[in-house]
């Protein structure tokens, strides 16, 4: 509990405090009517403002009701064309599908072809192999063809030979002795064993 | 001008100066009062008992008095700064 002093005290503060709050009410009071004016001259101008943004707004709506009915359009065309892209979009699909199908076909085709023309290939080598080895044998054909050639001139004069030795033979059988004769006869078949033996040999050769 | 007045409080005569004489015929007319009243309420007690009881009367009145005043006060300022507050600021 405070004593008589305090409360004066506090009571002579309290009534200082209230006076200043007076004296600033009245200064606001003093400027109040000042600031009324101003307030409804701002008040007056807000309403032309108003009328103004109304006006706007007016506008404004008949724009966007304008807008949005050629939102509708273009809404409307914009659905017909997605339903013309789906149809083209089901369309590629099914060509995508044909597409592929033909590709798997074509890939096939080429494995074939490719194999085809390995074959094609090998076939040309062997060919080309055979075509070395026929000549290889004409040749060789050839050289025993001239050997044959050879042959056939070297029995010829053998045979030539032979008939000579066989007239000197006979010319001179009753000159030679028993051991001459027998000697001759032997050498007379080992030319013919060698003519016989060539022949053979070259009738090998020709099958 | 302070002038020179007789005043009767509980049969006794005192002779005082003041600015305000009606002020203080009126206060001196509710003290009589009060001391009167007491003195019907203790029957026998002196007159210095009844002045000093009733004197403690009128300061825990005054106490009670200058509370209140000073409660009132803050709140008045209170609201005057809150309405200032309110018009310059645009808020409470």
């Given amino acids: 509990m405070i004593d008589s002093k305090q409360r004066e005290a506090e009571l002579l503060k309290a009534r200082e405090r209230l006076a200043r709050a007076f004296a600033r009410l009245e200064t606001i009071i003093g400027v109040m009517p000042e600031r009324i004016r101003l307030l409804e001259s701002t008040r007056d101008k807000s309403a032309n403002r108003i009328k103004e943004i109304e006006a706007l707004l007016e506008r404004e709506k008949a724009i966007t009701e304008q807008r949005q009915s050629l939102s509708d359009g273009a809404t409307e065309e914009a659905n017909l064309i997605a339903s013309k892209l789906e149809k083209a979009e089901k369309q590629i699909a099914e060509r995508d599908i044909k597409n592929a199908e033909l590709e798997k076909n074509l890939e096939h085709r080429s494995n074939e072809l490719l194999a085809y023309e390995k074959f094609h290939v090998e076939s040309l080598e062997r060919e080309e192999k055979m075509l070395s080895v026929i000549a290889r044998l004409e040749e060789e054909n050839s050289g025993i063809e001239r050997s044959l050639e050879m042959m056939k001139e070297e029995r010829e004069s053998l045979q030539k030979q032979l008939s000579e030795v066989s007239e000197k033979d006979n010319s001179f059988a009753l000159t030679f002795t028993q051991d001459e004769r027998l000697g001759l006869l032997k050498t007379v078949d080992a030319l013919i064993e060698r003519v016989d033996a060539i022949a053979g040999n070259n009738g090998e050769l020709t099958k | ?92």
């Fill in chain 2, 1 to 92: 001008m302070s002038e020179s007045i007789k005043l009767t409080i509980l049969g006794s005569e005192y002779s005082l100066r003041t600015n305000d004489e009606e002020l203080l015929r009126e206060l001196a007319s509710e003290l009589d009062s009060e001391l009167k009243d007491l003195q019907q309420k203790l029957p026998g007690k002196p007159p210095t008992t009844l002045a000093v009881l009733t004197a403690l009367n009128i300061s825990e009145q005054q106490a009670h008095t200058q509370m209140n005043e000073l409660r009132e006060i803050e709140r008045l300022a209170d609201e005057i700064e809150d309405l200032c507050n309110t018009i310059e600021f645009g808020k409470s």
